[in-house]
């Protein structure tokens, strides 16, 4: 789980208290962050002085105007203390702040001074990566947020019950802490107390403000695994881990699940099945854009410390991230896209947060070699074309979706003849039967699904070669999400 402020106040003492001249707070809450510096510092036995490139040190207007005049004026204060800089970082680096903090090391650490970058994203200079303490503030936990709740509804003398609030908390995970605190105070207000409509309230402005966040958005998952046709040694795997996630799991020993990476043909359900994970274990279910956080117009590295930090804030949730391969074609030749992988690497490896994710890949070449080691993801699962019971249980499921009784039809010789078909185009073999009947004036028939299947041109028949390079690929890199006693030999197709 993401650690909360008090742990992370202590974390800044001790890099205080252990002479670290230098340190790195990312968050995008200027405001929590000064007051956590402010008990930190407290704790160190230190002031809190802050710099903004308008205002200088503390509103004086003294070490206004750059990084470099700022530094400049930090000299001057000769007493413990800590320097909260709130405008150190930008796009263009500041050659000559950066030679003066270089020189200013050996003086802040005589002095018994911190000086704290405090900004989303720190893009620490290479000279100075080996002097930085990194720390990290992530959105605020349920504990947090109900303390802040608590505490509004106390300044309006007010007492709410334990339900409500708790419901108004698990609507408010995702937001910072001011955000939170306005939205709670809005539906109060509209509410006139805190009831279903404050709830519902609290849900629909926390949609608007993850707006904010493009690359990542709230999905509905309409079925669950048993809507899934085939693949059953994935869903096997999957409902083995559905218990992983609480405090049982965690006394017995078990580790949070991680993820899957679930690679294969197209159209063979493997965005389906991602999706369809949330549902069966009833977690929320986000999906991560990749192409919108690269080519958004704000910082990419940015974007991405975002939408992890939304997510674990969320937490239990299921993360779907699709085609996962083109969002990070690109980090061979663009620096800046390198940069974003590593970072996603480094978070995949480290989260701690109940963030399952599930990624689905068409492309194994485009895969970067790291992707696939072993920590980023639990299990890699491959994802073939459906064997010939899967593609009848894949045509009994669309059938009984449009109101139809599968056992009135024949679906072990249909699914015979529909030899390659992937399960996204069976499901249009069931749409084409179905116009064809409608068109007719009677009801749905067998000759009606044959004639459908044999006017479909299966994407085998044009990728036949690929597809046969990616089972082979697959053969010994990767996992069958399919188990079929009556699969002889479907490499050799």
Not at 70 to 86: I, K, N, Y
């Amino acid at each position: 789980m993401s650690q909360p402020a008090h742990g992370i106040e202590k974390e800044l003492s001790l890099l205080m208290r252990a002479g670290y001249r230098l340190v790195a707070l990312e968050t995008f809450e200027e405001e929590r962050a000064l007051r956590l510096l402010e008990r930190a510092a407290k704790r160190a036995r230190r002031r809190l002085c802050t710099w903004t490139v308008a205002s200088g040190f503390t509103g004086s207007g003294e070490g206004a105007g750059s990084l470099g005049a700022g530094l400049s004026a930090l000299a001057a204060v000769e007493e413990p203390a800590v320097f909260a800089m709130l405008d150190a970082t930008g796009d263009e680096p500041d050659p000559l702040g950066v030679r003066r903090l270089r020189d200013a090391l050996g003086q802040l650490s005589e002095r018994r001074q911190t000086l704290v970058v405090v900004a989303p994203v720190v893009d620490v200079p290479a000279a100075l990566e080996r002097e930085v303490g990194r720390v990290s503030l992530p959105l605020p936990t349920a504990t947090e947020l109900r303390s802040l709740f608590q505490r509004v509804a106390g300044s309006a003398r007010a007492e709410v019950a334990a339900e409500p609030l708790e419901q108004c908390v698990r609507a408010a995970l995702g937001l910072t802490g001011g955000e939170a605190v306005r939205v709670f105070r809005k539906a109060w207000l509209a509410s006139d107390g805190v009831d279903d409509a404050a709830v519902a309230s609290i849900v629909r402005e926390k949609q608007r403000a993850l707006r904010r966040t493009p690359a990542l958005s709230f999905h509905e998952a309409p079925d669950d695994l048993g809507q899934v046709g085939g693949l059953g040694e994935l869903k096997r795997w999957l409902r083995e881990r559905r218990r992983a996630f609480g405090e049982e799991a965690r006394r017995f020993g078990l580790p949070a699940p991680r993820g899957i990476l679930l690679l294969g043909v197209q159209g063979c359900g493997k965005s389906l099945c991602a999706k369809a994970v949330a549902r069966e274990w009833r977690f929320p279910l986000l999906r991560l854009d990749l192409g919108t956080a690269l080519g958004g117009g704000r910082s990419p590295e940015l974007a991405m410390r975002e939408a992890t930090a939304v997510a674990e804030s969320l937490a239990p949730v299921v993360l779907w991230i699709d085609e996962i391969e083109k969002g990070f074609a690109a980090t061979g030749q663009d620096p800046r896209a390198s940069r974003v992988f590593g970072t996603f690497l480094t978070w995949l490896a480290e989260k701690r947060a109940p963030v399952f994710v599930a990624a689905t890949a068409n492309d194994v070449t485009a895969l970067p070699p790291e992707l696939l080691r072993r920590g980023r993801f639990d299990e890699l699962f491959f994802v073939d074309l459906p064997t010939e019971d899967e593609r009848a249980e894949i045509l009994a499921i669309h059938l009984a979706k449009r109101g139809r009784d599968p056992k009135q039809l024949p679906l072990q010789e249909l699914a015979a003849q529909a030899l390659h078909h992937s399960g996204a185009e069976l499901e249009q073999v069931v749409a084409a039967g179905l116009y064809s009947a409608f068109d007719a004036g009677r009801e749905l028939t067998e000759t009606d699904l044959a004639g459908a299947i044999q006017e479909t041109v299966p994407l085998y028949e044009t990728y036949e070669e690929r597809i046969k390079e990616l089972r082979n690929w697959a053969r010994t890199r990767a996992r069958a999400a399919t188990l079929d006693p009556k699969l002889v030999d479907l490499f050799g197709h």
